[in-house]
């Protein structure tokens, strides 16, 4: 069983940048991605990667301001996320899923992690 936890949420300002780590026990997946949940909203996928072809994804709020990649050696998948905005604020999740279709979508994935928060103000 893929077991992820999640580290490098913190409180930022407006523009700043973070880099969220996800150490994963194992990287024999289809794909992996990050997710995000704000107080009061519903989870939505953020970015994600799949393990064949290394294709990436991004939700259209974050392109080009996030990037999503992964260290094989280290079992880890990365979010670096430049120019943030006081709407980045949420709970940041570690997904993945043996399974290669709809890496946006939350029920495409059966592991999660336990979550780091993210604050950004303005």
Not at 11 to 32: F, H, I
Not at 47 to 54: D, F, K, L, R, Y
Not at 86 to 112: I, K, N, Q
Request: net charge positive; charged share 15%; with cysteine.
């Amino acid at each position: 069983q893929v077991q992820l936890v999640e580290s490098g949420g913190d409180s930022v300002q407006a523009g700043g940048s973070l880099r969220l780590s996800c150490a994963a026990s194992s990287l024999t997946y289809a794909k992996m991605a990050w997710f995000r949940q704000a107080t009061g909203k519903e989870r939505e996928g953020v970015a994600a990667i799949v393990t064949a072809g290394g294709n990436t994804y991004y939700a259209g709020s974050v392109q080009g301001r996030f990037t999503v990649s992964r260290d094989n050696a280290n079992n880890t998948l990365y979010l670096q996320m430049n120019n943030l905005k006081p709407e980045d604020t949420a709970m940041y999740y570690c997904a993945a899923s043996f399974v290669a279709f709809s890496p946006l979508r939350a029920s495409a994935y059966g592991t999660w992690g336990q979550g780091t928060q993210v604050t950004v103000s303005s």
